[in-house]
């Protein structure tokens, strides 16, 4: 009987190695889940890097209004952003990424579930990233376009008007054209190329502050007697802060758009969108700071940090193929087109406060078009884009304002733009213990 026993324990033993590999080779190995932990660590370190661009807004925002809507810019930034990641979970994200759909839309109108707690290597997809990752890392997107709106329209909109436009451009506007491109639709069968989003992000949003700034009109005294009246902001160093803060950010929101990190091709092409990234901000502010001087004998530093963020934006939709030395061509002419079309929008009598429109949309427009000089996509399969984007979210934003305006109004009384936003809609002010600007 003992040896019987010590028979059967030898047996167990010399099967274990046969057992351990056996289970080895169920396990999926580095190879595999290397390239889905890379990708997905890519898109959560993109993802609070665009997240911190949130910052950057409001600062440049609160920088560039006079002290007495401080703390308006401010409420509308976090409530933006806030109001954005709950719509965004709620529809927008299945709404942009449906999957097989008519390439138009699909109504998907479904909340965003994230993968169960402890997911093994073997229940996952590991063809890409986590959910939960993608999720994190496109939300920050949607809050950036809602960014851009804010900006155009401070000093004279109500909160709550304005917070609704938001609902609906963050919950539905912006996943529904987001899908036409990066989620499979119509716009990528026909061959047209935005990287991480000149025009599905930034031309999305220039166009609804376009729309949003004419049915509002302008500032009381913006516009008076044939003549423009500077209105200065309240802060330039925290615009200049909020500049620097969107920049840092600004290598989330392209070097995260690669979308992979688990070759080294791969990583190696996430360090050369940084570099060109930064490349276009630079050549994009050198732009306006020799522009400036040359036109008006002195440098105007809020053109000099528009012109930073114009190049950030035209690099936007290519920052992978170009050059070093093409990345500040297509920056220095986001520069020049700042310069020139503030200018241009005051002839209009828009009213843009922080020069949204100019640097998000019409710099937009034109690195979308210099994608086509890359050879990464046809120029008419490039202003068909535009033309869709344009007309879509210019027509919808129109309409929708309109609507608000009826219906509940969305600028504030004269009295209360004259006193200032803070004590009139908040009851606070930004800066309690100064003099209101």
């Known amino acids: 009987m003992k040896l019987l026993k010590t028979l059967s324990v030898a047996g167990a033993l010399t099967a274990l190695p046969t057992l351990a590999l056996a289970q080895e080779a169920a396990a999926p190995g580095f190879d595999e889940i290397g390239p889905y932990i890379m990708t997905t660590l890519l898109f ?5 890097l665009v997240f911190w661009m949130a910052a950057g807004f409001a600062m440049l925002e609160a920088g560039l209004v006079r002290s007495k809507n401080v703390t308006m810019q401010l409420t509308k930034n976090i409530a933006l952003f806030s109001t954005a990641a709950i719509m965004y979970w709620l529809v927008g994200f299945n709404l942009m990424y449906p999957g097989d759909f008519n390439g138009y839309f699909a109504p998907n109108f479904v909340p965003t579930v994230l993968e169960p707690v402890g997911l093994a290597a073997a229940d996952a997809d590991l063809g890409y990233a986590s959910v939960a990752s993608d999720f994190f890392f496109q939300l920050m997107f949607v809050a950036a376009t809602a960014s851009i709106v804010s900006g155009a329209l401070a000093e004279r909109i109500k909160l709550w008007p304005f917070l609704i436009f938001v609902v609906i451009l ?9 899908s036409w491109q990066w989620g499979g639709g119509f716009l990528s069968q026909l061959g047209f190329s935005d990287f991480a989003g000149s025009t599905v992000v930034h031309s999305v949003g220039g166009w609804a502050a376009l729309a949003g700034a004419i049915v509002l009109g302008p500032r009381l005294g913006k516009y008076k007697d044939g003549k423009v009246n500077p209105m200065p902001g309240s802060n330039l160093a925290l615009a200049t802060l909020g500049t620097f803060i969107l920049w840092l950010g600004w290598f989330g929101f392209n070097g995260g758009s690669q979308l992979a990190a688990g070759t080294v091709g791969d ?3 996430v360090g050369r969108i940084f570099a060109n990234t930064n490349m276009a ?15 008006y004998g002195k440098v105007d530093l809020t053109m000099v940090l528009n012109g930073a963020l114009a190049g950030l934006v035209s690099i936007t939709a290519e920052p992978l193929a170009p050059s070093l030395f093409g990345s500040l061509l297509i920056g220095g002419v986001g520069g020049v087109i700042v310069v020139l079309t503030v200018p241009m929008l005051d002839k209009f009598k828009i009213d843009d ?26 120029i008419g399969a490039q202003i068909t884009g535009i033309l869709a984007y344009g007309a879509f979210t210019f ?15 969305i600028r504030v009384s004269e009295e209360s733009e004259i006193q200032g936003l803070d004590t009139t809609e908040l009851g606070m002010e930004a800066y309690p213990d100064f003099t209101k600007g």
């Open 281 to 295: 901000a630079a050549s994009g502010a050198v732009a306006a700071l020799i522009l400036t001087q040359l036109l």
């Open 353 to 378: 406060v922080v020069g949204a429109i100019p640097v998000h949309l019409i710099a937009g427009i034109w690195g979308t078009i210099a994608v086509a000089f890359s050879g990464s996509a046809t």
């Open 170 to 178: 963050t919950g539905i506007m912006y996943p529904i054209t987001g």
């Open 395 to 409: 027509v919808v934003s129109l309409l929708v304002w309109f609507i608000l305006k009826a219906l509940m109004g």
């Open 44 to 48: 959560l370190v993109g993802g609070f």
């Open 267 to 269: 990583i190696t092409d």
